[in-house]
């Protein structure tokens, strides 16, 4: 047998594979899916199991190093992280060179490119304690350099982390607390954010991961990869989902346009409208992080008191396109998107920092595919070959 950049340059043979459907770029032990059955877990565990018993450090652990941690592991882990959440003062200033109408996932992609420049001689890929260490620091910052997008945003003063408090009520205060002013973590919204966070962590090759594998498998550091990971993490048909779901229910409620009309729009493919929150790569019956979400944004409301006529609005329109051929053939379900949005309005968070919810909660993920790519021995840089169509050989005009 041989491999198939050898079987390549000996035959001339390539696979044409456009968005990479039917090509595996790695093997990996973090995460499996079945898309037919709607199964995801990581290591092993369900992800009903983890959603409900688990937190989001304790699964970043599990997915970092493979096992669930013991209690002391978990707790020193917390504690690392916790002694590590303060951004450098001179970082801060990086902010105020931003408009503040700068997109959060722009902000937030450029400030973890920033990070790596006050870690100058830390960030060797081959060294186990400048990778565990850069793990614990993004772990710790990233939400920092978040909170502190969304209150540049605000035109609202940063606060310093709160380091008594866990990491989501941590989070939440740097998000919602104002300077001097007692802030009270709301138990509601403490519960539903560490559930979606969990829901996130990781989803194996996906966009923002193969970029992340890619850019580490050049060397470049997790500094470098985390940030272009990002920015891969931006785009609507991947995570600026759940923000494009929430721009599409708001110009539905605003047009005054019904449920049905807009669906006949989608399905006549016209320019520029598509089910945003519908449709998955590899969830072809139901994505099973959406069936917790759903779940989760009813008792949220509910809990929070909150009505929102965009929750019913989305309610409508799954049951009209789950009812609807189009969809049922193509095998066309609400994704993870569908639902959070939703939530992440009730909690108060401004529609642009959807995105970036969801980069904080897929950190882990990516830290573990990235450490698993580079410790790889069979890990090559990444370099997708192509079929050449354009022009055959010719002369520049005048040299013949
Ligand atoms: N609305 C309407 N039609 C759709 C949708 C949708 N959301 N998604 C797919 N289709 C249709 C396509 O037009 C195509 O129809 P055709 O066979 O008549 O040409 C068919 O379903 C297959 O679609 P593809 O684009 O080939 O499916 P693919 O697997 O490449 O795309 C994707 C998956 C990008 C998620 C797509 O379903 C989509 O754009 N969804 C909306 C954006 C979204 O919600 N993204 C979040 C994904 S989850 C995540 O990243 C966390």
Same mark, same amino acid.
């Given at each position: ?10 035959? $001339? ?30 290591? $092993? ?22 096992? =669930? ?29 931003? &408009? ?5 996932? @722009? ?12 870690? %100058? ?10 990778? %565990? ?9 990233? &939400? ?19 380091? @008594? ?27 539903? =954010? ?6 996130? %962590? ?26 272009? #990971? ?46 945003? $929150? ?17 779940? @989760? ?6 809990? =929070? ?42 909690? #108060? ?11 904080? $909660? ?39």
């Amino acid at each position: 047998s041989i491999d198939v950049s050898t079987f390549t340059r000996q035959t $001339g043979h390539t696979a044409l594979d456009y968005g990479f459907v039917n090509t595996s770029a790695t093997k990996s032990e973090i995460t499996y899916i079945d898309g037919d059955e709607g199964i995801l877990r990581y290591r $092993g565990y369900p992800i009903e199991q983890l959603a409900k018993n688990s937190s989001y450090l304790e699964v970043a652990w599990l997915l970092l190093y493979g096992e =669930l941690p013991t209690a002391s592991e978990l707790s020193d882990f917390d504690d690392r992280i916790r002694r590590h959440t303060l951004l450098h003062e001179d970082l801060k200033h990086f902010f105020s060179a931003l &408009p503040h109408t700068a997109h959060p996932m @722009s902000v937030l992609s450029s400030a973890v490119s920033a990070l790596s420049t006050y870690y %100058e001689g830390q960030t060797d890929p081959h060294n186990p304690e400048h990778v %565990e260490l850069n793990t614990v620091r993004m772990l710790a910052k990233l &939400p920092v350099i978040a909170a502190y997008a969304h209150k540049k945003s605000v035109g609202q003063a940063f606060l310093y982390p709160d380091n @008594s408090l866990s990491f989501v009520d941590n989070f939440l205060k740097l998000n919602f607390g104002v300077h001097s002013e007692q802030y009270d973590v709301n138990p509601v919204m403490s519960k539903a =954010l560490e559930l979606l966070l969990i829901l996130h %962590e990781d989803h194996e090759q996906n966009a923002s991961t193969s970029t992340v594998r890619l850019v580490g498998s050049t060397g470049a550091n997790q500094f470098a990869s985390i940030s272009a #990971g990002i920015q891969a993490l931006s785009g609507p048909l991947h995570g600026g989902a759940n923000e494009a779901v929430l721009t599409m229910l708001g110009r539905i409620r605003d047009s005054g346009e019904s449920v049905q009309r807009f669906v006949e729009r989608v399905k006549n493919k016209e320019e520029g409208v598509k089910l945003m $929150g519908f449709g998955h790569r590899v969830y072809k019956n139901y994505d099973p992080r959406a069936k917790l979400v759903k779940e @989760s944004a009813d008792e949220v409301l509910r809990e =929070l008191g909150v009505k929102d006529p965009l929750l019913d609005l989305a309610k409508e329109l799954e049951e009209i396109a789950l009812a609807d051929d189009y969809f049922v053939e193509r095998r066309l379900y609400p994704n993870v998107d569908f639902y959070t949005g939703v939530i992440y309005k009730a909690m #108060g968070f401004p529609t642009r920092m959807f995105t970036v919810l969801f980069a904080i $909660g897929r950190l882990p993920g990516w830290l573990a595919q990235w450490r698993e790519a580079v410790g790889d021995p069979q890990t090559k840089i990444g370099r997708p070959q192509q079929l050449y169509i354009g022009s055959p050989e010719r002369n520049y005009p005048g040299t013949v």
